[in-house]
């Protein structure tokens, strides 16, 4: 078997259950984690106008260059957002089923682990 580099910022690579590895957009299905990496150079490439879920596991969300703000959408009425501040070589564990965004404070490198079954997007209201 030939073992080729996988550029992580063109593909998602998919942890599948049984321990196989694949590289691809579509490869790997439902069946397993997916890490995602993404330079991101503006708040459209971390999709700050949005809020995100992952309802069937918590998520990796690590800043591998630069320095940017991972907020958690408040659980109850009233409260505020919950804003953790990440730099380069640090990570946050994102709970299952918290919705959660990211803002950039400078272009950043954002690398992210998490089980993307049932994972959706939510637009952020007055964001964007």
């Not at 998919?14 to 397993?32: E, K, M, S, V, Y």
């Not at 995100?52 to 907020?71: D, M, N, Q, T, W």
């Not at 659980?75 to 953790?84: A, D, F, L, V």
């Not at 079954?117 to 964007?128: H, M, Q, T, V």
Request: glycine fraction near 14%.
């Amino acid at each position: 078997m030939t073992v080729t580099p996988i550029d992580l910022f063109s593909s998602s690579v998919h942890l599948q259950r049984g321990g196989t590895i694949r590289a691809g957009g579509g490869a790997g299905g439902g069946d397993g984690w997916r890490l995602t990496a993404v330079h991101a150079k503006t708040g459209e490439d971390v999709h700050a106008d949005h809020w995100e879920i992952h309802p069937e596991a918590e998520e990796v969300v690590s800043c591998l260059i630069g320095k940017f703000r991972l907020y958690l959408r408040p659980e109850r009425p009233g409260e505020r957002e919950e804003e953790i501040r990440l730099t380069a070589g640090t990570a946050a564990v994102v709970p299952r089923g918290r919705w959660h965004r990211i803002e950039l404070d400078v272009p950043s490198t954002v690398m992210a682990v998490t089980l993307p079954r049932g994972s959706r997007r939510e637009k952020r209201e007055g964001g964007g």
